[in-house]
């Protein structure tokens, strides 16, 4: 049988190109369980999982659960708003409290980068990074990159074209590694003060006029504007950064081919996407979040066969 070759999933960049293919193939298995009327498998049934939050999520959170649970996985729920981290409790005694409750894998989300990377090191649960600040999301591009796979057939040879704020969203990050180790060509679009200035340096085109990204990709993903991460003002108000970078069906229609519209969600409507894109037939937004369900369990799956 193949294995999945890291004991953690900190990032796309620790993984490899046969490790996502691994994770695909199983998350295809697992599409097949969440579909049918029984949708329970007890493949995690002796494991325990804790999920950390130390920022907000719907998606990611619940999906993240609903996969435990079909997995048949002991779940118990943390977030950080509402537990001792506001009484000055450091990450390090926060995890270990827990695990000392036996606890076998930790699903964590947390605003500083590399935070995952640092717990490895102190810890001896299995780690999955949800989100790690600006860094990375894995599962959110292992699903990206499933979804297109799913629609498209394959992802090598594909052009994708990123949109909207690259330097504050961990999901262009993990979605660039994981389509390149696929081997798609990757562009990102934006205003100049949000595409980081060695984004180039990945290997990635840059291309600052919407239009022009547009007509070169066959997949667009459009990322939310992350006004929580950004410090000081990057662009005049979103009314301009709608106007110039907000995906339309006017913009849409006037393409002379199809093209497959993405988003992680959560989307604010008007700013990166207009409703009638986002509910389009060129939007496979909501297969994103099906899938994440499958995704996430081929995770999990994967990462407690190593013990
Ligand atoms: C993303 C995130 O949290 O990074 N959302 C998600 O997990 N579905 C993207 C975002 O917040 O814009």
Request: glycine letters at 6%; hydrophobic letters at 40%; aromatic letters at 6%.
């Amino acid at each position: 049988m193949k294995k999945f070759s890291q004991r953690h999933l900190l990032g796309i960049k620790e993984i490899t190109t046969d490790d996502i293919e691994l994770v695909f193939e199983t998350a295809d298995n697992f599409k097949t369980v969440i579909n049918r009327p029984i949708k329970k498998v007890p493949s995690l049934r002796d494991i325990t999982v804790a999920n950390i939050f130390f920022e907000n999520s719907t998606r990611t959170r619940i999906s993240f659960e609903l996969a435990q649970k079909r997995l048949s996985a002991d779940v118990v729920n943390f977030s950080a708003s509402s537990s001792s981290v506001t009484k000055g409790e450091t990450l390090v005694d926060t995890v270990k409290n827990i695990l000392a409750m036996k606890v076998d894998m930790v699903v964590m989300r947390h605003p500083a980068p590399g935070a995952h990377i640092f717990l490895s090191k102190h810890i001896d649960a299995q780690i999955i990074n949800a989100g790690d600040g600006t860094h990375e999301h894995p599962t959110q591009a292992l699903l990206d990159a499933f979804s297109i796979r799913e629609k498209l057939g394959s992802v090598k040879g594909k052009k994708i074209a990123i949109v909207g704020d690259i330097t504050h969203s961990r999901v262009a990050l993990s979605n660039i590694f994981c389509l390149q180790k696929l081997g798609a060509e990757v562009m990102v679009c934006g205003p100049t003060t949000l595409i980081p200035k060695y984004i180039s340096s990945l290997g990635v085109k840059v291309e600052h006029d919407l239009m022009k990204a547009l007509n070169w990709c066959d997949v667009a993903n459009m990322l939310r504007i992350q006004l929580e991460r950004q410090d000081i003002k990057y662009f005049p108000s979103l009314r301009e950064y709608s106007m110039l970078y907000g995906l339309d069906k006017k913009r849409l229609d006037s393409l002379d081919k199809e093209i497959v519209i993405m988003h992680p969600g959560p989307i604010n409507r008007g700013v990166e996407i207009t409703s009638d894109v986002a509910d389009s037939k060129h939007s496979i937004i909501l297969n994103q979040v099906e899938n994440g369900v499958a995704v996430r369990m081929a995770v999990m799956y994967l990462l407690a066969g190593q013990n």
